[in-house]
């Protein structure tokens, strides 16, 4: 099992940025495919960023596209989320999520799809 923590979120203004990490622990995250997820008080958790086992492939949300990258550090089982051009729709509980698969070149963007989660990191953009 693979146990997940998040950090560096906290309240910015619009246009400044982020970046997430996401920490874990338990077991090599170079065999996990990883995604992160927001969700908004009242709305459905959306995925924002995903990445393959090695950092090769990543995937975007349409409001991601363009403004974040998803990136890891598999020496240091951590993965990150920089976020640019930050906008007050941005302003959620960002998540990142693990499971394990066969498939190397694997980026999954449905939530259903991830096993572990971590507790989630608040981002507040401010206009």
């Known amino acids: 099992q693979v146990h997940l923590v998040e950090s560096g979120g906290g309240l910015v203004q619009a246009g400044d940025s982020l970046r997430l990490s996401c920490l874990a622990s338990g077991r090599t995250l170079s065999r996990y495919v990883v995604g992160w997820f927001r969700q908004a008080p009242g709305k459905e958790r959306d995925f924002v960023a995903g990445i393959n086992m090695s950092g090769g492939n990543t995937d975007y949300g349409d409001s991601a596209k363009g403004r974040f990258t998803i990136s890891r550090d598999n020496a240091k089982n951590t993965v990150y989320l920089q976020m640019n051009s930050l906008k007050p729709e941005d302003t959620a509980v960002y998540y990142c999520?693990?499971?394990?698969?066969?498939?190397?070149?694997?980026?999954?963007?449905?939530?259903?799809?991830?096993?572990?989660w971590g507790q989630g990191t608040q981002v507040t953009v401010s206009s």
């Open positions: 999520a693990a499971t394990a698969t066969e498939y190397r070149f694997s980026v999954l963007t449905i939530a259903s799809r991830y096993d572990y």
